[in-house]
């Protein structure tokens, strides 16, 4: 039976020698234990950092924090204009509540601006003239037109005015047409 070249050179020892040969010139390989077991490993010591190195970790520590604080204050900023913006919206519904003129069976209307559109409002006879004359204002109110006497127009402006969506001024020099709509809204 033949052989194989390999079981031939194996049978001869040759192949042994040259195994031999190459573990001689090879270092010889350590065995390391695995971490945290045996020796402790040693590891090269980080460089030391530069002073620019320095210099910048600390810019960059200012600047979180400059950012943080920032951010904090401007969270105080919002909360504190939402509770204020909260407290007067309290204020004018407290105001408002039975104060409102609004009719029900009103049937002449009265246009007027408020928030660059031309709105309107149903009023009777009586309250349309003192509406003109600047006894009555208009409050707008969650999106409500709100129908109120002149001294309650008068503190909701005090507290918000643009709240105030119509409050004429008696002293103003327009006049009231023969229908009952002043001069300036006459189109």
């Given at each position: 039976m033949v052989d194989s070249l390999r079981d031939q050179l194996l049978k001869s020892g040759i192949v042994k020698q040259l195994k031999d040969e190459k573990r001689q010139q090879q270092p010889p390989v350590r065995q390391t234990p695995p971490p945290g077991k045996g020796k402790p490993q040693h590891h090269k010591p980080k460089p030391a950092r530069t002073q620019e190195e320095i210099d910048l970790a600390k810019a960059y520590a200012i600047?979180?924090?400059?950012?943080?604080?920032?951010?904090?204050?401007a969270e105080q900023e919002?909360?504190?204009?939402?509770?204020?913006k909260r407290e007067r919206k309290a204020?004018?519904?407290?105001?408002?509540?039975?104060?409102?003129?609004?009719?029900?069976?009103?049937?002449?209307?009265?246009h007027f601006e408020y928030g660059g559109k031309i709105r309107r409002l149903y009023v009777?006879?009586?309250?349309?003239?003192?509406?003109?004359a600047g006894k009555l204002g208009v409050?707008?109110?969650?999106?409500?037109?709100?129908?109120?006497a002149q001294s309650t127009a008068e503190q909701?402006?005090?507290?918000?005015?643009?709240?105030?969506?119509?409050?004429?001024?008696?002293s103003a020099s327009g006049g009231v047409?023969?229908?009952?709509?002043?001069d300036d809204l006459m189109w």
């Open positions: 600047r979180a924090q400059t950012e943080a604080n920032e951010r904090k204050r919002s909360a504190e204009q939402a509770r204020l204020k004018v519904q407290q105001l408002l509540e039975g104060n409102a003129l609004n009719k029900a069976d009103a049937d002449q209307v009265r009777d006879a009586a309250q349309l003239a003192e509406l003109n409050i707008q109110n969650a999106g409500r037109y709100v129908l109120v909701i402006r005090a507290i918000d005015p643009h709240l105030v969506a119509l409050l004429v001024d008696p047409g023969e229908d009952g709509v002043p």
